[in-house]
């Protein structure tokens, strides 16, 4: 027997012998959702993801994050629309996160700071065409570039942005913030060629020695409104105005200036005409404002500005410094229909801003090309009918912005490498795969959406927006500087814990706390936890009590 | 809340730890080294919430005063799933007292240990409701009254739960148990008995009384580690909700003790000698409807006729709670 302490009887035991994780019909796991503003955005970009390391303060390496997706951080943190917003659970708590001043903020952070992005150097790389150096073309290109293909860009324009530079007015998009962005992607050892105009895409093709071809020429051709005008009366085309003004020859507007049309193109040329020194700047639109295609934020802004706004009408006619209006009524439909009923409406110039068409007159020779609507059409790999050429922006897609381009980019980028590596090297190899040899990687499967009701929004503090300082309207009005200033380091910082984390751990130790039964084990700083199911009882307090979703009950089996 | 809020932060003060709080900022119970005084393996019920009290308690005191602590247990729930022979849970010295002399065993260690001049050595004495406000009250008054060197932690699950529900001096009006069924006029346990034990408490004047509950971790922890740097009598009154006795998922065991919190029903305070000096505010105010209807014990008061007679009573006491500790206001 055993040598015990006085009146020690009985030999003890741990309890550790008992393993109660036999008592359980149901286990925790822990799963990762996917955030409702990665599943938002149209760039696909993992913003949790950056966010997770801007929260650090780890600023360069959230930058790196955000550039696996987005070769420009510091335009979209300027132009995007920023869907993830809109999509962002801790709008129901407070406000929306502020996701694109922190990328801005990140953007700006890796020109100061001269940041750069590693090349591959992989055993076979490609020769690619990309055709445009708009925000889709610069896009693949950097993601094609990245995995060590080789990319040339043909730009018809005597400079690189597409409508970056020559749609949207400097006081949303600096142009040094531009440039800089586009010069680090020239600097990876992307080949601009400017001012060469692609007049025959089959010539370029054959002459070229590419594997593939990237069409990203945009739309850039301004539709036409018919509009009796008598003689003296002055219109332009909104996209040619925002062109002349992005090169810094100011067009003569007058004093009293109307827009047509109801888009953000519409919006932006209101505004460069108020800028231009217009007193008086009308946008005349056919439907209502709910009905207008400009986005809100856009609206909104405008409308700060002192644009003013006439719905319901249209423009019958054009004479000197008078437009003839009739005023419109919406149908059972939405559409508007005429009413009869006219006015006048002083106006020294006429900007029509009724939608852009793309040029699709280089394509004529491309046997066999799916088109129709005035779009290129592709399959889900981002490839036209005719093999190895891709195309995207807008001359294949109905949403026309920047974000939506630049992951179109990155989208055809992944299709095309994959497009080359499994020999689709149609200009070199003459026995080149067809289209229907082309076996398209399998999409990874999506997360499910981490929604409000999957969060313990208790554990969240309540914490304001940081609302971006605005310049004061008089120096909007008058000058091209940027009128959304950013963030300094503190409130970026500040704005990136506001991040609910959603549906991804971020190591609070909740489960790890609260467990009864000790049953959860920390793995250390990065590694989350695992769970014991030994002792685990399956009571789901953790699942409860975990802030951001990150853990989900499943029955067992039997 | 006496403790320090963290402000602007992704989980402010409330969740257990973060990796964007610094070290000091996080709880005992985020380390990796805790020292888990009840460890794995122990037979509590799912979603027991005494069983994660009494870790945070003892984890914090150990924390506190290097792991120098002994602990003493009443009879009850915490010590019959704890120490079923051979088996043991505990991973910290501990006595098993009978029911209701908890507080003297936690004396007599005290004395002992001030005889061997080994005073760096603390005591704990933990008993749930039945131990302390019912059998135990009498070594416990006495306790508080020599100011012996203890800590006397109350896990109060409000019944007598390991012997199967049956109602104690802590039980609330109108909650069902094995003794006060819900039946008659007045459904559940009668109006206007039971022992309100933080205030007894306060009544002797004691260096230090608190409240709390296993929902808030960062202010349990405070109040524990607070407590250990006292000598004398010391009292901490621990809200630990039941999933069996109360009839309510095992889940919501934590989500419970907030809502007992939010409601006012349960006020979360700290005394010393006698006087409030803190109290730890409401943050966003609820209807004791939102607690009670998660607990089958109240579901006589829902169906088959709703009961907005007792409702209304039980709302009428919280807010009593709220106006006589100033529950409201900025934290």
Not at chain 1, 477 to 487: A, C, K, M, Y
């Amino acid at each position: 027997m055993m040598e015990r302490p006085f009146a020690i009887t009985l030999e003890v035991g741990t309890s550790r012998a008992n393993k109660t994780g036999g008592w359980r019909t149901q286990r925790p796991v822990y799963v990762d959702r996917l955030p409702p503003c990665n599943d938002a955005c149209p760039a696909g970009e993992n913003i949790q993801g950056w966010l997770y390391r801007a929260e650090e303060g780890d600023y360069e390496g959230a930058w790196r994050v955000s550039m696996e997706d987005n070769p420009m951080p510091a335009v979209m943190g300027r132009v995007c629309y920023h869907n993830c917003e809109t999509a962002c659970n801790r709008a129901n708590l407070d406000e929306a996160v502020g996701i694109n001043a922190v990328e801005r903020f990140l953007g700006d952070r890796a020109l100061t700071g001269g940041w750069r992005v590693e090349v591959e150097q992989p055993d076979l790389a490609g020769r690619v065409l990309v055709i445009g150096a708009g925000p889709s073309g610069l896009s693949a290109a950097y993601h094609l570039r990245r995995r060590g293909h080789e990319v040339t860009i043909y730009e018809a324009s005597t400079a690189s942005g597409g409508m970056m530079r020559f749609g949207i007015p400097a006081y949303r998009l600096p142009r040094n913030v531009l440039d800089g962005e586009i010069q680090r992607i020239v600097d990876m050892g992307v080949g601009i060629e400017l001012g060469h105009k692609v007049c025959d895409l089959m010539v370029e093709m054959e002459g070229g020695g590419y594997d593939a071809v990237y069409l990203a020429t945009g739309a850039e051709i301004a539709r036409n409104a018919y509009i009796p005008a008598g003689d003296s009366a002055r219109i332009l085309d909104a996209l040619s105005l925002l062109r002349t003004t992005a090169g810094m020859t100011y067009p003569q507007l007058g004093r009293s200036v109307v827009v047509y049309g109801g888009g953000n193109t519409a919006m932006d040329a209101a505004r460069t005409a108020k800028r231009l020194g217009a007193s008086e700047a009308i946008v005349v639109y056919r439907r209502t404002r709910d009905r207008m295609p400009a986005h809100d934020l856009e609206v909104e802004e405008a409308l700060e500005e002192g644009i003013k706004m006439r719905w319901l009408s249209t423009i019958k006619k054009a004479g000197a410094e008078k437009l003839l209006l009739e005023k419109m009524e919406l149908d059972a439909a939405g559409f508007p229909q005429p009413t009869g009923e006219f006015e006048e409406l002083e106006a020294d110039s006429v900007v029509l801003a009724v939608g852009e068409e793309a040029d699709l007159s280089l394509l004529q020779n491309v046997p066999g090309l799916d088109m129709s609507g005035g779009m290129v059409h592709v399959d889900s790999t981002m490839m036209t009918s005719y093999p190895g050429l891709f195309a995207g922006g807008d001359i294949s897609q109905a949403e026309r912005t920047v974000t939506a381009a630049i992951g179109n980019g990155k989208k055809a980028a992944r299709h095309i490498d994959l497009w080359l590596k499994s020999g689709g090297m149609w200009a070199r190899l003459p026995g080149a795969p067809s289209k229907e040899e082309h076996q398209p990687a399998p999409a990874g499967e999506r997360h499910r959406i981490a929604g409000w009701g999957d969060l313990n929004t208790w554990y969240y503090s309540d914490a304001p927006a940081t609302v971006r300082p605005k310049l004061d309207m008089v120096r909007r009005q008058s000058t091209f500087d940027e009128v959304v200033l950013g963030l300094d380091e503190d409130n970026a910082l500040f704005e990136a814990r506001r991040c609910l984390s959603c549906g991804n751990c971020f190591e609070c130790d909740n489960c790890y706390g609260v467990c009864p039964d000790n049953a959860v084990v920390k793995l250390g700083t990065g590694m989350r936890y695992e769970f014991d199911y030994d002792y685990c009882k399956g009571c789901g307090i953790c699942a409860a009590e975990c802030p951001c979703g990150a853990i989900e009950m499943v029955l067992e089996e039997t | 809340m006496a403790y320090r809020q963290v402000k602007f932060y992704q989980t402010g003060s409330f969740a257990v730890g973060g990796r964007l709080l610094d070290t000091p900022e996080r709880t005992v119970q985020s380390g990796m080294s805790r020292t888990n005084a009840l460890t794995l393996g122990h037979r509590a019920c799912q979603g027991c919430g005494e069983a994660l009290g009494a870790r945070y308690v003892l984890d914090a005191a150990m924390h506190a005063t290097g792991n120098k602590v002994i602990a003493a247990n009443a009879t009850g729930c915490l010590e019959v799933f704890t120490t079923p022979y051979p088996e043991t849970s505990w991973q910290v010295p501990w006595l098993h007292s009978v029911f209701g002399n908890a507080a003297a065993v936690g004396s007599g260690i005290a004395a002992a240990l001030r005889a061997k001049g080994q005073t760096d050595i603390r005591v704990v004495a933990q008993a749930g409701d039945g131990g302390t406000v019912d059998i135990g009250i009498g070594c416990l008054s006495g306790m508080f009254e020599r100011n012996d060197d203890v800590l006397f932690v109350c896990y109060d699950n409000e019944a007598y739960m390991n012997t199967g529900v049956q109602r104690s001096g802590s039980t609330p009006p109108a909650a069902r148990t094995a003794t006060t069924e819900a039946v008659g006029e007045e459904p559940g346990n009668p109006w206007g008995q039971g022992k309100d034990m933080p205030r007894i408490a306060m009544a002797h004047e004691i260096p230090y009384v608190a409240t709390a509950t296993v929902a808030e971790l960062h202010d349990l922890e405070y109040k524990v580690e607070k407590a250990m740097e006292y000598r004398g009598a010391r009292y901490i009154h621990i809200l630990v909700p039941c999933p069996l006795g109360w009839g309510s998922e095992p889940a919501d065991t934590i989500r419970l003790a907030r809502l007992a919190k939010e409601t006012g029903i349960f006020p979360v305070f700290e005394a010393e000698k006698g006087e409030v000096v803190a109290t730890s505010k409401i943050r966003s105010k609820v209807p004791v409807e939102d607690y009670l209807s998660l607990q089958r014990r109240y579901a006589h008061l829902f169906k088959p006729a709703r009961r907005d007679d007792v409702i209304d009573a039980i709302q009428d006491s919280a807010d009593r709670n709220i106006r006589r500790f100033g529950l409201l206001g900025e934290a």
